[in-house]
């Protein structure tokens, strides 16, 4: 993609005369620079540079990011020296060049993952004082995309993937929705190419389905609303659909998942769009739980809307989105202008970023499961709305509203329904918090794994370590004994075998297996990969401990019922109170499981004992079962059975 000098400077006719004469400047600046220099497809390089100005040119960026979307490669390719480049062009510019230059490859030399996470990590944190930095690396990507057939077919497919998990989300996070929908239908058959093909497949049949009816819809609002509400069908990217469906393509079925309908209202008067949707609502029958008031309550990126999910027949619903022109361009028309500002939300969203661990693997884990997931809308019982990531716990919410919360939470309320303090939260969900008298550190580091905000795990962490050794030791052994039972592992080998301790030390990079278990005391260290090292060297490893173990039967196993499901048995043992069948059904029921076998015992003098059998589709079914067991009052103990 070629975008030709004079196009370029046609195209920023919207800055003064001194901004253009500036940005003419520091193209022929960038054409010097670059002189000689060729792409991967042969052509001059500084043709890149000047598509992504040009991209940007289009949002009616400023001219300082103009001038460094002409320069930005200029240091990473030795173009020219840092001393050189901040003495000709200025600190402003040099600022936002630096941000999106990638770190020395000599100094991770062999190993990629991490230069690459340093470098995005040294991009972020710089965004987080000036968006202009995500714009910029946005349409430095774009570009790449676009021309990506230049690449081998492995780098295709290293930078499809890298796109679709890290820039992807970014372009959803500041709204450039139609950049999203781009990188995802490039990046999909290049990064997925066997699951592309059967998903492009079924959706296009799918969708040949369902089109006479939603066509047969939009002509019928559009004469039986007023003439200023236009109606679009609007598709979801095949790519957005494989993820929201988590790969299973029978969810396809559920025609609500498949595009929408959105009613655009000339007028610019939000109400406007309140008086459409009960139009609408006359017509025809919604799903009342469906509705999401996005106007009162924008998302982070600035987006706006009514949301609403409409029964065209018994088995066909369609999701509809109803906004007003302004609305609608701000999502597909986006000027720079219309986000780069000190008061929008993202900005306290990338202030998280200072507190991401420094390992490479856990600050991507932390930056895909908080600032890059989709958001959602908590609110208090007084009114009060917080947004907090997709999958968030009864805890994030808790250190949200405070983070002197955390060690007095015994539970929550959703919705009026007493819940576990780890219980996901969905949108809109109104949520009260159930706090003790007094400190209860207990379940703290057992809390790591379900907490989705970097700000809550660093918090409680930081919390945690300020117990004493031997009670963070205590912790760690305590939580990897319930991950034992949860297995059904052997925990007596763990805890007691000196060289089966030293082998996992080792494994986990840890001197002694004391310091394993305060590194799970005090979260540092996931208890869930300790398992799995610990199940890999019973399971794997031709040692004398394995054959026993064998021959003993006391490896642990499941029963398949089908190929999408196990059945896995386990014991609860409680202290007998009222209501406690019902705490216990009901903690399996809300995670839509099936209870195959449920039998009560009485244990002399006041304890109980629960023999159940559930089905589950994947162990971390059963684990989050297991984990929310534990905290429901009265119960001692949670031991699955082999």
């Known amino acids: 993609m070629i975008i030709p000098e004079a196009d370029f400077l046609r195209h920023i006719t919207y800055l003064s005369l001194p901004e253009q004469a500036a940005v003419e400047k520091t193209l022929r600046a960038a054409v010097r620079l670059h002189e000689g220099q060729l792409r991967d497809s042969g052509l001059p390089y500084v043709t890149h540079p000047i598509a992504v100005a040009d991209y940007l040119a289009h949002l009616e960026a400023d ?62 944190l710089v965004a987080s004082e000036d968006l202009r930095v995500i714009l910029l690396k946005l349409a430095d990507r774009w570009h790449n995309i676009e021309t990506i057939d230049g690449l081998s077919p492995e780098k295709k497919s290293r930078v499809a993937s890298e ?23 490039i990046c999909f058959p290049l990064a997925f190419p066997i699951e592309h093909e059967l998903w492009h497949r079924e959706v296009t049949q799918m969708r040949a389905s369902l089109d006479a009816k939603r066509q047969a819809f939009i002509k019928r609002i559009d004469s039986e609303t007023a003439a200023h509400v236009t109606p679009h069908l609007t598709r979801i990217s095949e790519y957005e659909l494989f993820k929201k469906l988590q790969g299973n393509v029978r969810r396809l079925k559920d025609t609500q998942n498949i595009d929408s309908v959105v009613l655009v209202v000339d007028h610019d008067d939000p109400l406007s769009c309140y008086d459409v949707l009960g139009k609408v609502h006359m017509l025809y029958p919604f799903r009342m739980l469906s509705f999401k008031d996005l106007i009162n309550m924008p998302q982070p990126n600035g987006y706006r809307a009514l949301h609403t999910t409409i029964f065209l027949s018994k088995d066909h619903q369609l999701l509809l989105r109803i906004q007003t022109r302004s609305m609608y361009e701000f999502v597909h028309r986006r000027k720079i202008s219309s986000w780069i500002r000190k008061d929008t939300r993202l900005t306290s969203v990338l202030a998280s970023l200072s507190r991401l661990p420094s390992h490479h693997e856990q600050f991507l884990d932390d930056l895909k499961s908080d600032l890059l997931a989709d958001r959602i809308n908590i609110f208090t019982t007084s009114g009060e709305i917080f947004s907090l990531p997709q999958r968030a716990t009864g805890i994030d919410f ?58 809550a795990k660093e918090a409680i962490k930081e919390n945690l370590s300020m117990n004493p050794l031997q009670q963070q030791e205590m912790e760690g052994r305590s939580i990897l004994q319930a991950e034992c039972r949860k297995r059904a592992l052997p925990s007596w080998w763990i805890f007691y075998l000196t060289s089966l301790q030293n082998q996992l030390s080792m494994a986990l990079g840890q001197s002694s297996f004391s310091d394993v278990l305060i590194a799970i005391g005090t979260g540092r260290l996931s208890a869930s990969k300790v398992m799995d090292i610990y199940k890999e060297i019973l399971v794997l490893s031709p040692t004398l401990s394995q054959r026993v173990l064998k021959f003993l039967h006391l490896l642990p196993r499941t029963r398949v019922l089908s190929t999408q499901a196990t059945i896995i048995s386990f014991e609860i043992s409680a202290l007998d109170r009222k209501g406690l069948i019902y705490d216990i059904t009901k903690c399996i029921s809300e995670r839509d499981l099936n209870i195959s076998q449920f039998g009560v015992y009485a244990v002399p003098p006041s304890d109980s004992l629960y023999k159940i059998t559930v089905e589950v589709q994947k162990f971390e079914e059963f684990s989050d079962l297991f984990d929310a067991l534990l905290q429901i009052p009265s119960v001692k103990t949670v031991l699955r059975k082999l």
Request: proline share 3%; net charge negative; with cysteine.
């Open 63 to 124: 001219a300082v990011t103009l001038c460094a979307a002409l320069l930005h490669d200029v240091i990473e390719d030795d173009r020219c020296t840092h001393e050189e480049f901040l003495q000709e062009f200025g600190e402003e510019i040099t600022t936002l060049v630096d941000a999106v230059t990638k770190l020395s490859k000599l100094q991770y030399e062999g190993r990629r993952g991490e230069r690459q996470i340093a470098s995005l990590r040294k991009l972020l």
């Open 163 to 185: 796109t679709l998990d890290i820039y992807v989300p970014f372009a959803r996070l500041v709204g450039l929705y139609d950049l999203k929908i781009r990188f995802e239908q």
């Open 398 to 455: 808790a250190f949200a509203l405070s983070p002197d919360h955390i060690p007095y939470l015994a539970g929550i309320r959703i919705n009026g329904e007493m819940r576990e303090a780890t219980a996901e939260l969905r949108e809109g969900d109104t949520v009260e918090l159930i706090l003790l008298d007094t400190a209860n550190p207990a379940l703290r580091a057992h809390w790591m794994e379900k907490v989705r905000t970097v700000d």
